[in-house]
């Protein structure tokens, strides 16, 4: 069903730009469909190896911002040297947390924020047109893992 809405979307949107909806397109589309989390290109790729499509990685590429510019998914960080996506159509609007040691991205949703920005923008006379809130810190499983290191580096000191 999201394959369906996903295609009739972004048909539309090429046919607004005077582009063509050929098979490559159509076979990226499929694979960003089934995606459940975030992704990069490299992951759309291989699942498109999966289902023994020719596409191309630069296709994919190519592919990525008419999808970005139909409103079909977003930029939302940057994985170390590759950019992270999601799909974005018919969902709320959401804020992320970064894990800058095993690269976990947490969703959050927090409605006061949406309240500030729109106080902000109020105030400054500005038309906001897109905002991103990325928090980057630790998740709770490499704060553990961080923990027990330190408590065994302590141990072993206090030991010699």
Do not use: W
């Not at 592919?63 to 018919?90: A, D, F, H, Q, V």
């Not at 970064?98 to 923008?121: L, S, W």
């Amino acid at each position: 069903m999201a394959f369906a809405i996903y295609e009739e979307q972004f048909r539309y949107f090429l046919k607004r730009n005077n582009l063509k909806f050929t098979k490559e397109r159509r076979e990226v589309i499929a694979a960003i469909a089934i995606q459940r989390n975030h992704f990069n290109a490299e992951d759309i790729h291989q699942q498109l190896k999966k289902q023994k499509s020719n596409v191309s990685l630069a296709t994919v590429y190519r592919t990525i911002p008419l999808l970005i510019g139909s409103g079909l998914m977003t930029e939302t960080t940057y994985g170390g040297e590759r950019i992270i996506y999601e799909k974005i159509y018919n969902k709320p609007h959401h804020h992320h947390m970064v894990c800058i040691n095993c690269g976990k991205i947490i969703d959050f949703t927090c409605p006061d924020v949406e309240i500030v920005q729109n106080d902000i923008c109020q105030k400054n006379f500005f038309l906001s047109t897109e905002y991103r809130l990325e928090i980057k810190g630790y998740c709770q499983t490499c704060r553990k893992k961080m923990k027990n290191k330190k408590m065994n580096r302590t141990f072993i000191q206090e030991f010699k």
